[in-house]
């Protein structure tokens, strides 16, 4: 075997030993080609996802119904926007620049999560998408925070943190609406029932239909499976919904045991995957809109970052 093919043997044993003993991977450390590609994949569209998911919300900022409410909603969306410059930055320590990164997203070579091309109609939307998306985020980020890239790890440590007060401020706003008025409620329950399985679909296709689980999973980048995650948010869920009074929008929703908390766990009914690969592949509500604001905001914002890198460069040459 001729000495480069031994190296290389070498250095994949000493990787996979790594990912064994759960010493984590740091960008200067050797790694798979396949391992570098599917990290650049998934950091990337994770950040993506993080900003473009800032566009549903930022909708509402001048109808919040009151001061409290806009504050609240301000500082949740500004957090996304720095969770997304976290993961970006994360991102480029694998060789990519940002503005590949940007460039792979407005050619449409990119994706972001499927459940931010839906509209928001009124308020009740902003407190689903907080409980449920970002209650879906984060069943899926506190695993993350075990992954087997240091950077990508480090960052979802800093996210989580966040995302709790994500997830109870949206829980608020529903709570608040199920007190309220029967019109209120109504907008509540309309709300669960548009946003509840776009949320189910943010974990991804069934385990059996993923290309990438098993990958993910055998270098530690995933810790738990795409329908491990869905079944741990569901079982979360559905007991707040049923708190309030509102009804999960699935009739083949129903308790199929006890956790070892005495909690129930659920199995649920069939999930659109139509819908989601239409959406994904781009015919959303709202996927021309998204990429198109994404778009004119970068352009109109070119000379921020001009004057940024011109300060930048004079106070390194001073
Ligand atoms: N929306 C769009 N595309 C999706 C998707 C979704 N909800 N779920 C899966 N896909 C895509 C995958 O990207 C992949 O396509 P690709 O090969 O072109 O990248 C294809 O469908 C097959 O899916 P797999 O399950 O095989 O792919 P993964 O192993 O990457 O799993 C994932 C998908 C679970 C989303 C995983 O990538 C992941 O955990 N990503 C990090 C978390 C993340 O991105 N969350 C998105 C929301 S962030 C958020 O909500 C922020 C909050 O603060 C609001």
Not at 180 to 201: F, V
Not at 285 to 291: E, S, V
């Amino acid at each position: 075997m001729k000495k480069a093919a031994i190296d290389e043997a070498q250095l994949l044993k000493e990787f996979e030993e790594k990912i064994e003993a759960e010493v984590k991977i740091e960008p200067r450390d050797w790694m798979p080609d396949a391992y570098r590609e599917h990290l650049i994949r998934q950091i990337s569209q994770h950040a993506h996802s993080e900003v473009i998911g800032m566009q549903p919300e930022g909708n509402w900022i001048t109808r919040a119904p009151s001061l409290r409410a806009k504050k609240i909603l301000l500082a949740k969306i500004q957090d996304e926007g720095g969770h997304g410059l976290y993961l970006y930055s994360a991102a480029e320590t694998l060789g990519v620049s940002r503005d590949q990164f940007l460039q792979w997203l407005h050619e449409g070579k990119a994706k972001y999560s499927s459940v931010f091309n839906y509209p928001t109609l009124n308020w009740a939307d902003i407190g689903a998408i907080g409980w449920l998306v970002d209650g879906a985020a984060i069943t899926n980020q506190v695993s993350l925070q075990r992954t087997s890239y240091g950077p990508y790890s480090r960052a979802m440590i800093r996210i989580c943190k966040e995302e709790s007060f994500h997830q109870r401020q949206g829980y608020e706003i529903m709570w608040k609406m199920m007190e309220g008025t029967k019109d209120q409620q109504r907008m509540a329950q309309d709300a669960i029932d548009r946003w509840w399985w776009p949320a189910l679909m943010m974990f991804g296709p069934h385990d059996t239909d993923s290309p990438h689980t098993s990958n993910a999973m055998k270098w530690k980048i995933k810790r738990e499976s795409n329908d491990r995650l869905r079944e741990k948010f569901i079982n979360k869920t559905v007991p707040q919904a049923e708190l309030i009074g509102l009804k999960v929008p699935d009739d083949q929703l129903k308790v199929v045991g006890k956790d070892q908390m005495g909690e129930p766990m659920y199995a649920h009914g069939d999930i659109d995957w139509d819908e989601f690969w239409r959406v994904v592949k781009g015919d959303g509500p709202c996927n021309k809109q998204r990429l198109d604001h994404h778009i004119n905001a970068h352009e109109n914002g070119k000379w921020v970052r001009e004057c940024a890198y011109a300060y930048q460069i004079k106070t390194n040459n001073q």
